[in-house]
Structure formats: C-alpha cells, structure tokens
C-alpha cells in the first residue's frame, strides 16, 4: 500500500520554464510534508517543507502548494535551471513520529 | 548548518562478515536518528528509528538481529550488518531529526560478494 505517491516517474523542462512536480498521499494523519533532491549514489537533501496548517510555503525559487482536500501537493521550481536535474521525493510524515513515507521519486531533466 | 555524515561512503566485504556504518550529526544534536535503505531505481524505505539511549525501533520486515543499531550519544548512531549476504547489498543512508525535519547523510553503499 503505497501512502505517498508521485505518479510521474520522469519530467522534462526548458531551463528558465517552470518546473512543477506533484506528489499525492492516502492518510489523513499526514501533517507535515517535505520535498528533498537527491542524486545518485548521495544522500536527500532537504529543499522546502510545508505544515497542514498552511496551504503554501515559499523559499526562493521553491514553491510548495497543499490541497489537504485533494491530499495532494505540488513543487513549483521557477525558473528552472540545469542544475535543478535531480530526482524529487516528497516526503509526508505525522508530527507525532516524524516517520517519513517517502514518495517513489520523480527526475527531473531541465534542458539547456 | 545541519549536517550529517555517513562513514564510511562505500563498502565491499564479503559474505559471512560483519559490517558497521557511522552516521554522525556534525553541528546539531539528534534525539533521533533514522535509517534507510535504497534499492535501484526505488524510494527510500525506512529501516528502523534509533533514539538516544534507548533500544531502536524496526520496521515491519526489518530483522533487528540482522541489522544491529546503537545509538550511544547524541551525535552518533551505528548500524551493524550482521554476517552480511550479497541480498544486503544497497545503498543506506541515515538521517538525523532536527525539529520536524530530516537531515540526511551521504549514504553507504554496502556491496557483499
């Protein structure tokens, strides 16, 4: 049973154009989710975070949207640039573990 | 800040032995520390939670005798392979909690022959 899901394993964007990743969970407890990059063989490193309290969160060229009706969540990257090319996990968690249920990853590709 | 390192970043051993990975919080202090591993290609799963002074957490599937974790301070947590098969053979990563966010290590990559 897979809580957090990014159903689009792949994106291509034209550098300078927004990027925008989206991320969709099952259980209502979820109240805080993140957003890491990873590249291979390294670690995540975190990128933005949002609590359910709040419907946006922005950082820079960061943007997070949540649609707690929806269960759904978004990152906005704008503008995109070549070195944004990584894989994106969400990530949601209860504040009562801050246990992570990461997301199955997406890699984004941003053309020079 | 919040910096997190893994020692050592790869490994190669083989089967039969035992192996120990480091994860060391450098500039913060971690009550807990979390443990993954990845598969190619796959999502990061969680292994177990480790908590200061107190025995770790394992997830459902995680054979805890197998995978031996100490966390003996605020700033360290080991994960100990116990006579390793070519199937552990993954990429592990740990993280360390800081408020509601994780900050993860390099990873380990763990390859047994």
């Known amino acids: 049973d897979q809580q957090v899901k990014q159903n689009s394993p792949s994106l291509s964007v034209q550098e300078g154009r927004i990027s925008i990743l989206n991320c969709d969970y099952t259980n209502s407890m979820f109240d805080y989710f993140l957003w890491y990059k990873k590249y291979p063989a390294e670690g995540p490193t975190f990128l933005i975070s949002?609590?359910?309290?709040?419907d946006k969160n922005e950082d820079g060229r960061f943007t997070v949207f949540l649609n707690k009706s929806a269960k759904h969540l978004s990152l906005h990257i704008v503008p995109s640039q070549p070195g944004d090319s990584a894989v994106y996990f969400c990530a949601a968690t209860n504040s009562g573990t801050y246990k992570y249920i990461f997301g199955t990853g997406t890699r984004l590709k941003v053309l020079a | 800040g919040a910096v997190v390192s893994q020692h050592p970043s790869w490994v190669i051993c083989k089967s039969g032995t035992s192996v120990k990975i480091e994860c060391r919080s450098l500039d913060f202090q971690a009550t807990t520390m979390f443990w993954y591993r990845q598969f190619p290609k796959q999502s990061l799963m969680l292994m177990a939670t480790s908590n200061e002074g107190s025995k770790a957490t394992y997830e459902q599937g995680v054979e805890k005798d197998k995978f031996l974790i100490n966390h003996a301070s605020l700033t360290l947590s080991t994960l100990t392979v116990t006579s390793a098969h070519p199937e552990d053979s993954s990429f592990y990563i740990c993280s360390g909690r800081l408020q509601e966010t994780q900050y993860f290590g390099p990873g380990t990559r763990l390859l047994v022959l």
């Open positions: 949002i609590s359910s309290i709040k």
